[in-house]
């Protein structure tokens, strides 16, 4: 069974950093996209960050683009998201999710992923 463990949450000072991992198991890694969501109080989940299947194709939100990366590591089946600059703004619950197949399309979409991790807790304050 497809599992996503999100990890690496916490609080920071606004223009502090935090790295989330995203560790997967129960499927082949090449034939999924993996992406990141975030979703604050009150607000719709919305789409961060998400790399491809195969080459490493990466896709940024506009709200967070330049300042979050991105990144793979296949030995480990684990996918990170390095958050730079943060701002209060960022503060939600992150959420890895995964969908199979290797079209690069609709990638903020969350209907398009079919396997969600538990989320993990970003609190950015002063």
């Known amino acids: 069974q497809l599992q996503l463990v999100e990890s690496g949450g916490g609080l920071v000072q606004p223009g502090g950093s935090l790295r989330l991992s995203c560790a997967a198991s129960?499927?082949?890694?090449?034939?999924?996209?993996i992406g990141w969501f975030r979703q604050a109080p009150g607000n719709q989940r919305e789409g961060v960050s998400c790399?491809?299947?195969?080459?490493?194709?990466?896709a940024y939100a506009d709200s967070v683009k330049g300042r979050f990366t991105i990144s793979r590591d296949n030995d480990k089946n684990t996918v990170y998201l390095q958050m730079n600059s943060l701002k209060p703004e960022d503060t939600a619950v992150y959420y890895c999710?995964?969908?199979?197949?290797?079209?690069?399309?609709?990638?903020?979409?969350?209907?398009?992923?079919?396997?969600w991790g538990q989320g993990t807790q970003v609190t950015v304050s002063s």
């Open positions: 999710a995964a969908r199979g197949g290797i079209s690069w399309y609709n990638l903020f979409e969350k209907n398009e992923y079919t396997h």
């Open positions: 129960g499927f082949t890694w090449t034939y999924y996209t």
């Open positions: 790399i491809s299947s195969i080459g490493g194709i990466t």
